[in-house]
């Protein structure tokens, strides 16, 4: 019978906050994975909390899912994001919004409705372009650190008004 390794037991997201020097709290942990487990979401402080939250009501009574405080919070994501595990947006309205932030990954370009603020990743609909925008990204970050920058991170906003709401503006306007 194989015995497994010890480096094949440790946990993907206690790697990743060692490797960041933070410690592996249990608020650490679920705060990560919860973003990790959506990557394409992206949160503000309460969304956040409420989904935690909602996640811990319906785990298994006995299993670790304490609920956080808004500061226990508000501090843990400060750190995730000055080590680049988490990615910080302002949006139009001047709210915060965090998401998960691959290590492979310095440009997550996004769309952001001015008529129902929804954030809505691009990815998917840049498919075709998603090399050059990685490679621009790089280019960009390797420019800003030549010149003694540090800490970077890429944020690509496009800002407009989205199919849905330009749909039924549409629609508004047609009607007599």
């Known amino acids: 019978m194989p015995v497994a390794s010890p480096l094949s037991l440790v946990d993907p997201i ?4 060692s490797a960041h020097g933070l410690r592996r709290t249990d608020a ?8 990790l487990a959506h990557p394409d979401t992206s949160y503000t402080h309460a969304q956040l909390q409420t989904a935690l939250q909602n996640d811990t009501a319906t785990e298994a ?14 501090r843990l994501i400060d750190r995730l994001t000055q080590v680049g595990l ?5 949006d139009a309205r001047r709210v915060r919004r965090y998401q998960a932030m691959p290590a492979s990954v310095h440009a997550l370009p996004h769309f952001e409705c001015q008529n129902c603020h929804r954030d809505q990743p691009l990815q998917g609909a840049l498919q075709g372009n ?8 790089q280019n960009a970050l390797q420019a800003l650190k030549a010149l003694g920058y540090q800490g970077l991170s890429l944020d690509l906003a496009v800002r407009g008004v989205c199919a849905d ?3 039924a503006a549409q629609t508004t306007n047609q009607t007599p």
Do not use: I, K, P
Not at 28 to 35: D, E
Not at 86 to 90: D, E
């Open 14 to 17: 206690d790697a990743l906050l």
């Open 28 to 35: 650490a942990r679920r705060v990560l994975g919860w973003l």
């Open 61 to 74: 009574q006995g299993e670790t899912g304490s609920t956080l405080d808004r500061v226990t919070l508000y």
């Open 86 to 90: 988490l990615l910080c947006r302002v």
């Open 130 to 137: 998603a090399l050059d925008l990685e490679v621009a990204a």
């Open 165 to 167: 709401c330009a749909t």
